[in-house]
Nanobody, 118 residues
Framework: EVQLVESGGGLVQAGGSLRLSCAAS????????RGWFRQAPGKEREGISC????????YYAHSVKGRFTISSDNAKNTVYLQMNSLKPEDTGVYYC???????????WGQGTQVTVSS
């Protein structure tokens, strides 16, 4: 059974940092792309970062580029999202997902809440 479990969310002041983790099980981790998404209140879910399966290339949405860093520890079956210089507009529920590529995803975690206060 494929499972993705996020952790590391919380409340932080603007300018602060958080590191999210996504522990995966039930599949060969580095055979798949791994993505991070977020959904702000009243908004659609948006993709913010991905690490590909092939060459481990990383991709970022313009809104987080230069502030967020995605990384993967294949030995631990865990993908991380280091978030620095957080802004109130980064508030939302953050999800990790397994993808057949960075544009198509088939399994999602349950999400972890990130709240950035001004």
């Amino acid at each position: 059974e494929v499972q993705l479990v996020e952790s590391g969310g919380g409340l932080v002041q603007a300018g602060g940092s958080l590191r999210l983790s996504c522990a995966a099980s039930g599949f060969t981790f580095d055979d798949y792309a791994r993505g991070w998404f977020r959904q702000a209140p009243g908004k659609e879910r948006e993709g913010i970062s991905c690490i590909s399966s092939s060459e481990g290339g990383t991709y970022y949405a313009h809104s987080v580029k230069g502030r967020f860093t995605i990384s993967s520890d294949n030995a631990k079956n865990t993908v991380y999202l280091q978030m620095n210089s957080l802004k109130p507009e980064d508030t939302g529920v953050y999800y990790c997902a397994r993808g057949t590529g960075c544009y198509e995803y088939d399994y999602w975690g349950q999400g972890t809440q990130v709240t950035v206060s001004s």
